[in-house]
Each structure stands twice: as structure tokens, then as C-alpha cells.
């Protein structure tokens, strides 16, 4: 058995893939379907093309995303989850939701701590 905390577990690498910032909004912003590139680039503010197409390449190689090719002039690749990419965006959604519920109070203890450490 795999111990993530271990330097040389296997895990660790999949664990930073799957839990690097971008990952984390890829997955989440298919979670509710398949969407297109340029769909994802709109959807996930402040991503570049680059960063996207790294994101995306590590996800599929890794088993997580699926990309579909649509022959047609042009091609049309579209991006939607695996059932590995299922099982693990389920938890992730639930992490994001529980940030977006608990932000305004991560921020408020951020302004606590520099009030009382200034």
C-alpha cells in the first residue's frame, strides 16, 4: 500500500496534479458536462491558452479527462470526465463549495492575524 506522505509514493504525483489550481477548476468546470476549449478558457477567468493546454494534457494523461475529437472543418475536441475524472471531482466540488461558503471568514481571520501581528 501507497503512503502519500512518503517522498517516492506514487500518489504524491497525482495528488499534485489533481490539486494544482488549475486542475481544480478544470475538473470542477466539466464536472457539469463536456465543454470546448475555448468554453473553458471563458469559463475559467484568468487562464492562459498555455496553462489550459498543460492542464488539460496532464488530466487526460493521467486518466481524469477525456478528449473527444468531432471530424469536421475544423476539428472539434471537446473535454468531458472519465469515471476516474467523476470519482474525483465529486470530493473537489465539495472542497470549492466549502471555500466559496468560507471565504468571507478566511478573509475576516486574515485581517485578524495582520491587525495583530503588525
Do not use: N
Not at 472519465?82 to 481571520?109: M, V
Request: glycine fraction near 8%; hydrophobic fraction near 40%; proline fraction near 5%.
Amino acid at each position: 500500500m501507497s503512503d502519500a506522505f512518503h517522498r517516492d509514493c506514487p500518489a504524491r504525483m497525482v495528488l499534485d496534479h489533481v490539486t494544482s489550481r488549475w486542475a481544480v477548476l478544470v475538473l470542477t468546470a466539466i464536472g457539469g458536462g463536456p465543454l470546448r476549449f475555448h468554453e473553458l478558457r471563458t469559463k475559467i477567468e484568468g487562464i492562459s491558452e498555455k496553462m489550459l493546454s498543460q492542464t488539460l494534457r496532464t488530466l487526460v494523461r493521467d486518466g481524469f479527462v477525456r478528449r473527444t475529437v468531432t471530424p469536421s472543418t475544423p476539428p472539434q475536441v471537446s473535454y468531458g470526465l472519465t469515471a476516474l475524472g467523476e470519482g474525483i471531482t465529486e470530493p473537489l466540488q465539495a472542497l470549492s463549495d466549502w471555500i466559496r461558503d468560507h471565504a468571507g471568514d478566511i478573509l475576516t481571520a486574515q485581517a485578524v492575524y495582520e491587525r495583530e501581528t503588525a
